[in-house]
């Protein structure tokens, strides 16, 4: 139910990405190239299946000696920042030789160039990070060095002038463009495009706190409410791109995109690939290829020079340094999209999963989250709360009514308009109530919201927990303590504390002072016995 603690002490990220192990074959870097000139972190998996062997017997010969993947959902997430430490995933760079092997150290210097310093980093290589709440919640958009970070790999590093798309398969004019060919208004009119990305994995550690799932060997990472953002992108359409390709061929179904960067599954290499059924490309305005975010060159760690933007569908389809475009007859043969983000049913898990178990997830369904005040956060009012978060629906749908509760979901009151950001169709819209509240003590606060389609939220995160832990779109919940000033005992107390220079918080440690007076107590007795009269 709580998020991800805010992470105080330092984790040595630094001094783990010097590897821990290490492969000298001189024959590496011939055997595992650059793939292309002023391209750095770019080995080409998908079109060298001999590569790919070659690979995973490197891989397989050093299987005894990878670090184990930590365990983190039995127990509490370590108090430090970055919360987890991504040895293994180093340990497969290091021993593919001299073009990977400087990526993860390369990797976390471009989170500390391009990142907030207050970011928490829930995985630092491959790199997941997820603003502070509050922070998320200052703008409608939210300022890139703040947007969440999900990694799956190394972040390549290309030169914009050495950039080059290849789009071939099912089109009818294969072509390989340039940024400038992307940019060129001649060919392509831009297009500007607020659209809120959100990962599957949103709120996942409310699934792993309650019932624990897929441990993957590329940590899933354990999100809190924070891997949401908003961003106003600037790019082209795809459609139009692949129209400029003389359009897809009849027997054209899925676009699949490729990126740069190396993704490990089971000791075997990949390109990081996915796919979108041909339908989604073809509406108006729903895929792009951008180069602009908020008004600034797309940071590297977000995929420059040029990423996919899939509006309304989870992150995962938005492929980040994106190298190559295949249109195709099924759906991408990749791992990402084939063994991964599957949404199995209540009663798959490790005794019985197959991929052929789960459904792809591609549309988000509407969620929402408190982001202001903090699970455990004391809350001193004088009879409403203030109560901020976001809302956001998938699939072209939007926000259209939020409702928060004080008692657990019994009362609620709705969002007024006026304190909810405006639509988008891609997009969250920010909200803010002062919820009224008597009562004092735990109180269960919870948000659900209502999207253009009617559809609303799950109740509790048992509804639809699933296996992978992905899509926690449940209400959610948090609990605070509520201290009600403008009830007289209550204001009674405060002033005592104040004048005692004592302090409420924490609430769990005693107060020093006598907390009534003998008079006081002397009276209450002689007008409430404590005896029966008979
Ligand atoms: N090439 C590539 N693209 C990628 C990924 C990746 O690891 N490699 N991660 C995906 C996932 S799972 C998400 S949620 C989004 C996150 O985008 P962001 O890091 O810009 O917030 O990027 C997607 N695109
Ligand atoms: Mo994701």
Same mark, same amino acid.
């Given at each position: 139910m709580s998020s991800n603690v805010v992470v105080q002490k330092e984790n040595k990220s630094n001094e783990d990405a010097e590897q821990r192990l290490t492969n000298n074959d001189p024959q590496l870097a011939k055997i595992f190239p650059e793939e292309l000139a002023g391209w750095h972190g770019y080995i080409e998996w998908e079109n060298y299946p001999e590569r790919c062997k070659k690979a995973n017997e490197i891989l397989t010969a050093h299987k005894g000696q990878f670090t184990q993947i930590p365990e983190f959902q039995l127990k509490p997430l370590p108090?430090?920042?970055?919360?987890?430490?991504g040895h293994r995933w180093k340990e497969y760079f290091a021993v593919?030789?001299?073009?990977?092997?400087?990526v993860p150290g390369e990797s976390w210097a471009t989170v500390q160039k391009e990142k907030a310093a207050d970011m928490i980093h829930v995985l630092d290589f491959p790199y997941n990070g997820e603003p502070p709440r509050d922070k998320l919640m200052q703008n409608k958009t939210t300022p890139n060095e703040y947007h969440f970070v999900r990694n799956h790999g190394g972040i390549p590093t290309i030169d914009e002038k050495a950039y080059r798309l290849t789009i071939g398969g099912l089109v009818n004019k294969p072509q390989t463009l340039t940024l400038a060919d992307l940019q060129d208004v001649n060919k392509f009119e831009p297009v500007e495009l607020t659209v809120t990305l959100q990962c #599957?994995?949103?709120?996942r550690i409310e699934q792993i706190h309650e019932y624990p799932g897929e441990g993957d060997e590329l940590i899933n990472a354990p999100w809190g409410e924070g891997a949401i953002s908003t961003a106003r992108y600037r790019g082209v359409s795809l459609k139009k791109v692949l129209k400029y390709c003389g359009g897809m061929q009849a027997d054209a179904n899925h676009v699949e995109f490729i990126g740069a960067d190396t993704y490990f599954k089971k000791l075997n290499v990949f390109n990081y690939a996915v796919s979108v059924p041909r339908r989604k490309v073809e509406a108006v305005n729903e895929v792009l290829l951008v180069w602009e975010m908020n008004g600034k060159p797309l940071p590297a760690i977000h995929g420059a020079p040029i990423r996919v933007v899939v509006t309304g569908f989870i992150g995962a389809r938005s492929c980040k340094w994106l190298a190559r475009i295949n249109v195709l007859n099924?759906? #991408?043969?990749?791992p990402v999209q084939r063994q991964e983000y599957l949404y199995y049913g209540p009663q798959v898990g490790k005794q019985n999963v197959l991929f052929s178990n789960g459904f792809s997830i591609q549309e988000m369904p509407v969620s929402s989250a408190i982001m202001t005040p903090k699970d455990k956060e004391v809350v001193v009012h004088q009879g409403k709360i203030h109560v901020t978060g976001w809302a956001y629906s998938g699939g072209s749908r939007w926000i259209e009514r939020v409702d928060v509760s004080p008692d657990g979901g019994h009362i609620w009151y709705q969002c007024h308009p006026d304190d909810m950001t405006e639509k988008h169709y891609h997009a969250w819209r920010l909200w803010k109530i002062d919820l009224p509240v008597v009562a004092e003590g735990w109180l269960e606060l919870c948000v659900r919201a209502f999207d253009n389609a009617c559809n609303t939220q799950p109740t509790f995160v048992r509804s639809t927990w699933n296996w992978d832990l992905h899509v926690t779109s449940s209400s959610h919940r948090i609990k605070i303590y509520s201290v009600n000033a403008s009830h007289k005992a209550t204001a009674q107390r405060l002033r005592e504390i104040e004048e005692h220079g004592d302090?409420?918080?924490?609430?769990?440690r005693p107060l020093m002072f006598r907390i009534e007076s003998e008079e006081h107590y002397e009276e209450d007795i002689k007008k409430h016995p404590r005896d029966p009269v008979d």
């Amino acid at each position: 139910m709580s998020s991800n603690v805010v992470v105080q002490k330092e984790n040595k990220s630094n001094e783990d990405a010097e590897q821990r192990l290490t492969n000298n074959d001189p024959q590496l870097a011939k055997i595992f190239p650059e793939e292309l000139a002023g391209w750095h972190g770019y080995i080409e998996w998908e079109n060298y299946p001999e590569r790919c062997k070659k690979a995973n017997e490197i891989l397989t010969a050093h299987k005894g000696q990878f670090t184990q993947i930590p365990e983190f959902q039995l127990k509490p997430l370590p108090e430090t920042n970055p919360i987890l430490i991504g040895h293994r995933w180093k340990e497969y760079f290091a021993v593919l030789g001299p073009t990977l092997k400087d990526v993860p150290g390369e990797s976390w210097a471009t989170v500390q160039k391009e990142k907030a310093a207050d970011m928490i980093h829930v995985l630092d290589f491959p790199y997941n990070g997820e603003p502070p709440r509050d922070k998320l919640m200052q703008n409608k958009t939210t300022p890139n060095e703040y947007h969440f970070v999900r990694n799956h790999g190394g972040i390549p590093t290309i030169d914009e002038k050495a950039y080059r798309l290849t789009i071939g398969g099912l089109v009818n004019k294969p072509q390989t463009l340039t940024l400038a060919d992307l940019q060129d208004v001649n060919k392509f009119e831009p297009v500007e495009l607020t659209v809120t990305l959100q990962c #599957s994995g949103t709120r996942r550690i409310e699934q792993i706190h309650e019932y624990p799932g897929e441990g993957d060997e590329l940590i899933n990472a354990p999100w809190g409410e924070g891997a949401i953002s908003t961003a106003r992108y600037r790019g082209v359409s795809l459609k139009k791109v692949l129209k400029y390709c003389g359009g897809m061929q009849a027997d054209a179904n899925h676009v699949e995109f490729i990126g740069a960067d190396t993704y490990f599954k089971k000791l075997n290499v990949f390109n990081y690939a996915v796919s979108v059924p041909r339908r989604k490309v073809e509406a108006v305005n729903e895929v792009l290829l951008v180069w602009e975010m908020n008004g600034k060159p797309l940071p590297a760690i977000h995929g420059a020079p040029i990423r996919v933007v899939v509006t309304g569908f989870i992150g995962a389809r938005s492929c980040k340094w994106l190298a190559r475009i295949n249109v195709l007859n099924e759906p #991408s043969r990749g791992p990402v999209q084939r063994q991964e983000y599957l949404y199995y049913g209540p009663q798959v898990g490790k005794q019985n999963v197959l991929f052929s178990n789960g459904f792809s997830i591609q549309e988000m369904p509407v969620s929402s989250a408190i982001m202001t005040p903090k699970d455990k956060e004391v809350v001193v009012h004088q009879g409403k709360i203030h109560v901020t978060g976001w809302a956001y629906s998938g699939g072209s749908r939007w926000i259209e009514r939020v409702d928060v509760s004080p008692d657990g979901g019994h009362i609620w009151y709705q969002c007024h308009p006026d304190d909810m950001t405006e639509k988008h169709y891609h997009a969250w819209r920010l909200w803010k109530i002062d919820l009224p509240v008597v009562a004092e003590g735990w109180l269960e606060l919870c948000v659900r919201a209502f999207d253009n389609a009617c559809n609303t939220q799950p109740t509790f995160v048992r509804s639809t927990w699933n296996w992978d832990l992905h899509v926690t779109s449940s209400s959610h919940r948090i609990k605070i303590y509520s201290v009600n000033a403008s009830h007289k005992a209550t204001a009674q107390r405060l002033r005592e504390i104040e004048e005692h220079g004592d302090s409420l918080e924490p609430i769990t440690r005693p107060l020093m002072f006598r907390i009534e007076s003998e008079e006081h107590y002397e009276e209450d007795i002689k007008k409430h016995p404590r005896d029966p009269v008979d």
